[in-house]
């Protein structure tokens, strides 16, 4: 270094060339062009990697890259940044930074500032609270996006919610994308995996390592999840209040025994189509979470009348139940259940799919359920009249029966289950019940039901005048009525259901009655027509008559649909020219004799229309649709949410 500080001029420059003696040595660094001229000292190697470069244009110093430090160099630099705003900023640089962001757990942020330097938002303030949510579906459920959401989410309030439904098929989500969640999201609390083939109980077991306020769990069709992972979710996450598991073939009574065990504030269970699940892990869980357990549902599951039996005694604190589909479970299973004396609290109970539902059965849950409010069955194919008609007896707090699918229920059962419901019964729906048939059963004279407000009869074929006459003599204070595909109703067993109300109709909805005329329509819109507020004429035997009778009658008339009705332009002209309707949904599908000459008139209802359904109108053209839009958006600023014209084939939607 003396040699070189004396330096006054006398020493040597060397012109261009190498500036080693050997040519291989200075492949470490770079070749010089003969234009430069650089300064070295005889007998010494510089200490510096890049030596410094004298041009005649100018000084160049190659400055090394962040990028050749080690990951750990890099760890603990991320750590050390003041705020999450700099983390995320960090993130954007390259996947590799991304990576080493997501991987840092928050116990491992340095908070101790003692550089002084002061992030320009103060994260202390947002982060933590959990009340963000992301969802992740297909090609976008990724590991990077998860390691993104772990890191941007930290300064913006914390994530709480986080679904991954499905997964990318070259690069989806595995254990990976789950650990930068479970390091970067410890204010999670609802987690639902639906479909992740590559999630296994590694990515579970840390989310139940770093998340300890999860609350909700789901997992559908995760085959790669084994009870290893509920055991260690029960010891991480003992605030659990919400388990859904569908489809997972390897968890089994194990797993159920765990969280059994260590999540007391257990609440709510929906368990489907698990193989290893049985008995044993149904009832350790009813039996430790007696007093919190509110929601149980069980389907496809192998399962026998102990579980039920444990159901009815162990209960206590249910008000959701529903059972689908428990071939194992016979008759005496729901009889030990309904005789339990434990479903005290039960309010709403659904059964689907179950040969154990029979007369006895039903009466059974009748008598031990006192405060039940809604029961469903459907496809119950043991359960008879006198089944029914017991259980109506007992049910004294019931206020809404739905039967779908239960073929020995005839119209002798549903009257007189109408007349033995309590006062509290409020909404009756009958669905596909083929045993029902018109019969003139000469119902003797009792007191009306005066309670149920709501009546649904769908697809029962054999419902027609003579059941409609009565039921209109037997319940005068319907509200909302639906009739649809009732292909045995016409004008004489619909008119006396309208005469005899003392209450006046809201919505009714008569799709699929083919033999319903304009004489029907009329007569309704005439006596009920300042209530109405939905009807539902689609396929009725009707023409421009009934929209006039509309048009005049029905103000608070909101949403109207009379596809495939004989209807012309002249009916929705008079519609138009109505000062008094509102229409917001308007729906003519199949309306073949409707044709361009009703754009002015749909123009004008467009003012309140916010839905308007064209489909297979034949007889409008595209171009008078596209004119329509086009004027909708001059003169009100919008155009219907959905629009439909010309056929299925060639459908033009805006």
């Known amino acids: ?68 430090l080690p990951d750990e160099c890099l760890f603990e630099i991320f750590r050390r940044l003041p705020g999450g705003q700099e983390r995320s900023s960090c993130a954007c640089v390259s996947k590799r930074w991304l990576t080493l962001l997501s991987n840092i757990h928050r116990d491992e942020i340095n908070d101790n500032n003692k550089g002084g330097v002061v992030s320009k938002v103060e994260d202390q303030d947002v982060e933590g609270d959990g009340y963000l949510s992301r969802v992740l579906e297909g090609k976008k459920a990724t590991n990077v996006r998860l390691a993104a959401i772990a890191v941007g989410t930290a300064s913006r309030g914390g994530l709480g919610k986080l679904s991954i439904r ?25 987690l639902s995996l639906w479909d992740s083939s590559s999630v296994g109980d590694q990515g579970l077991c840390e989310i139940a390592d770093g998340c300890h306020q999860l609350e909700k769990l789901d997992l559908c069709h995760c085959p790669a999840i084994t009870d290893k992972s509920l055991l260690a979710v029960a010891k991480g996450c003992p605030n659990l209040k919400d388990l859904t598991i569908e489809g997972c073939a390897n968890i089994g009574n194990e797993g159920l025994q765990a969280l059994a065990r260590c999540c007391p504030n257990l609440k709510a269970i929906s368990i489907k189509d698990c193989p290893l699940i049985r008995d044993q892990g149904i009832v350790s869980m009813l039996s430790s979470a007696s007093f919190t357990l509110t929601k149980i549902k069980l389907q496809a599951l192998n399962i026998t009348d102990v579980s039920l039996a444990v159901i009815g005694h162990y209960g206590k604190a249910v008000t959701d139940l529903s059972l689908i589909s428990l071939p194992n479970v016979s008759e005496k299973g729901f009889w030990v259940m309904g005789n339990g004396h434990g479903l005290q609290k039960l309010k709403s109970f659904a059964v689907t799919s179950c040969r154990g539902v029979t007369d006895l059965g039903l009466e059974a849950v009748g008598k031990g359920c006192p405060n039940l409010k809604q029961l469903c069955l459907h496809k119950c194919a043991f359960l008879s009249d006198k089944g029914l008609v017991s259980f109506a007896k007992t049910a004294s707090s019931l206020e ?11 119209q002798f059962g549903f009257f007189v289950s109408l007349l033995n419901c309590g006062a509290k019964l409020k909404a009756f729906s009958l669905v596909n019940c083929y045993g029902i048939k018109d019969l003139n059963l000469g119902l003797p004279s009792v007191l009306p039901c005066k309670s149920l407000r709501s009546l649904s009869i769908r697809n029962c074929p054999g419902f027609g005048d003579a059941s409609l006459a009565a039921l209109g003599k037997l319940c005068p204070q319907l509200e909302h009525v639906e009739l649809s595909g009732l292909h045995g109703i016409s004008d004489a067993g ?44 689609e396929g009725c035997k009707i023409s421009d008559a009934s929209l006039v009778a509309i048009a005049k009658n029905c103000q608070l008339l909101s949403d109207l649909d009379v596809s495939k009705c004989a209807i012309t332009d002249s009916g ?59 004027q909708l958006w001059r003169e009100y600023g919008y155009s219907p949410f959905f629009f439909f014209a010309g056929s299925l084939s060639s459908k033009t939607c805006y």
Not at 24 to 34: A, I, V, Y
């Open 166 to 190: 499905g997964s990318n098929s070259t690069c989806g989500v595995t254990n990976v994308g789950l650990r930068a969640i479970s390091r970067g999201c410890p204010s999670l609390r609802v």
């Open 400 to 410: 809404s029966l739905q039967l779908e699918e239960c073929h020995r229920i005839t």
């Open 494 to 537: 619909f008119l006396p259901l309208l005469e005899t109300r003392e209450a006046d109709l809201v919505k009714v909805n008569l799709s699929g009655c083919v033999n319903l005329s304009d004489k029907a329509v009329c007569i309704m819109a005439d006596l009920h027509g300042w209530t109405l507020e939905m009807l539902n004429l």
């Open 1 to 68: 270094m003396s040699k070189l500080f004396s330096f006054s001029g006398s020493d040597n420059f060397f012109p261009g060339g190498s500036i080693y003696p050997n040519p291989k040595e200075s492949s470490l660094f770079f070749s010089l062009g003969h234009h430069v001229d650089v300064y070295f000292p005889h007998h010494k190697r510089s200490r510096f990697s890049p030596p410094i470069v004298f041009s005649r244009e100018r000084v160049e110093k190659k400055n090394p890259s962040i990028e050749i």
């Open 572 to 630: 929705i002209a008079a519609l138009a020219r109505s000062n008094q309707i509102k229409l917001q949904i308007l729906s003519m599908s199949g309306c073949s004799k409707v044709s361009d000459k009703s754009m002015p008139s749909l123009l004008k209802l467009g003012q309140t229309l916010l839905g308007l359904n064209l489909q297979q109108c034949k007889a409008i053209s595209s171009s008078a649709v596209d004119l329509l839009v086009e």
